[in-house]
């Protein structure tokens, strides 16, 4: 039988609350499941200790550069794993069904798991920077370091718009699958481990094609490395791509309610 998606009117004097419980509880429920938690949170400054720092020990350069591109890399997994896996359950429990008809704001579930996205990205950047600091030698102007900590954060609307996806479309025990043959690779494809000059010439052809790569380019413009393309259009293209992927997501979202 199918179910009628109805929302509930909020008043503007109400919808505050909803906002903030919605988030409060993303955050318990991240809280609650340290199996997701943990790796997503220091499974980017691992991998920046090891290849960033320990391999290129006493090259400042090398930390400075890899220390931007990681700052973008530990955005993607708590994007992608927070809506890719965590909607596709949700949804195939008929969680999305039950708050539809719940008396909350349309927008309180999505903006929760951007919140708690955005807020795992800026914890991971905080713990990236300390190391950088202290470990690799990097030194950079207070404006740079903000720009970077807002590319880093920012860069979760569009992995989660990609996220969303997945999640709208994918079962729960296929989402996972979908979320790694994604993450992993288009990080590696996308210069965030290392240049891609070290790399095959047609891998940095194709990399335009990846959000991460773009989001890697104004990562690197704020760190003031060598770089291509502007950043308006950087950031057009990014736009573009997260709108098209919301309205992805949307229709496979009302067809699942």
Known sequence: MNTIAI?????????????????????????????????????????????GLLLNHGNAGAAQYLFATYSVFGVIAPSLFGFGVAVAIEREKGWLTLKRVAPM???????????????????????????????????LPLAQWLALGAVSVGGALPMCALGLIIGSRANASAAPAFVNLIYLPMSFLSGL????????????????????????????????????????????????????????ARRGLARAG
Request: hydrophobic share 60%; aromatic share 14%.
């Open 7 to 51: 929302s509930a009117p909020a008043s503007a004097g109400g919808s505050l609350p909803a906002y903030l419980l919605e988030a409060k509880y993303e955050f318990l429920r991240l809280l609650r499941t340290p199996s997701f938690a943990v790796p997503t949170l220091m499974f980017p400054p691992l991998f920046f200790l090891l290849f």
């Open 105 to 139: 704001p349309p927008g309180a579930y999505l903006l929760a798991k951007l919140v708690m996205a955005m807020t795992c990205a800026a914890i991971i950047y905080l713990i990236l920077a300390a190391m950088a600091y202290t470990l690799g030698g990097v030194r």
């Open 193 to 248: 481990w290392m240049p891609l000059s070290m790399l095959p010439h047609f891998l940095a052809q194709v990399a335009p094609l990846w959000p991460a790569w773009h989001l890697g380019q104004l990562a690197l413009m704020t760190t003031g490395q060598a770089t291509t393309g502007s950043i308006g259009g950087h950031l057009l293209w990014l736009a573009a791509f997260t709108a098209i992927c919301f309205a992805i």
